[in-house]
């Protein structure tokens, strides 16, 4: 599968606890994009990157949440200090540049924070 | 604010009934729209896009300026619709981060 991946699929942690996930883009991708997920919403965006350098981010992402594509491929998003409100999908997603480009989601990472 | 709204949460109809998902958006500038689909244990995928103008698994959808709506519509529908549907909006033609809507979950009964 060449599919944008993403790992874990499922993470549960405790209050407090640090964690990362990572994504895998499809490999001629450039630009990669984080979005979260909570129940009955639809994905709402975090933050994207156009090769290593990470061009916008939402107000959504606290200073517990950053993000990383050092080489311009893989990305990490790591969240500190877990809360409970953090539970949700989070999901990668990635695209060529150019307009009109479509849009490839991973399968997404569960985080559940007890 | 730029805004996509989806008023049904369920639209259930049955097998060979026609089936329209509303999606109506807010935005001043020029809009991209697409409509976004989730099978079920399936990730999310793209269905169709206003620039294509293409018919997707039977599905159209116009983008409506006037009344700046994008419904996604299909004359007959199939078991094989049954997903979750989402509308998008990106901006300009620079297509930096979509915003979507809360989606709508399309049953089809036999």
């Known amino acids: 599968d060449t599919g944008v991946s993403q790992d874990p699929r499922h993470k549960i942690t405790k209050r407090g606890q640090n964690v990362t996930f990572r994504c895998d883009p499809i490999s001629e991708h450039n630009r990669l994009y984080w979005y979260r997920q909570t129940l009955g919403q639809g994905p709402e965006f975090l933050t994207y990157f156009q090769n290593e350098a990470q061009l916008e981010k939402s107000r959504l992402l606290s200073d517990r949440f950053s993000a990383e594509r050092p080489k311009g491929s893989f990305s990490t998003l790591e969240i500190q200090r877990t809360e409970q409100g953090d539970s949700a999908m989070y999901l990668c997603?990635?695209?060529?540049?150019?307009?009109?480009?479509?849009?490839?989601f991973g399968e997404g990472s569960r985080l559940t924070v007890l | 604010a730029q805004r996509v709204t989806q008023p049904e949460k369920l639209l259930s109809v049955f097998k060979g009934a026609p089936v329209e998902l509303k999606c109506n958006y807010s935005?001043?500038?020029?809009?991209?729209l697409f409509w976004y689909v989730q099978y079920s244990r399936q990730r999310l995928q793209l269905l169709l896009r206003h620039i294509s103008r293409e018919s997707i698994k039977g599905f159209t959808a116009d983008l409506n300026k006037g009344e700046t709506s994008f419904h996604l519509k299909k004359p007959f529908a199939q078991e094989e619709d049954s997903a979750m549907y989402y509308c998008?909006?990106?901006?300009?033609?620079?297509?930096?981060?979509?915003?979507f809507g809360t989606g709508t979950l399309l049953a089809v009964q036999p």
């Open positions: 998008a909006l990106g901006r300009d033609g620079a297509t930096n981060k979509l915003i």
């Open positions: 997603a990635s695209r060529s540049t150019g307009v009109g480009g479509e849009l490839f």
């Open positions: 935005y001043s500038g020029s809009p991209e």
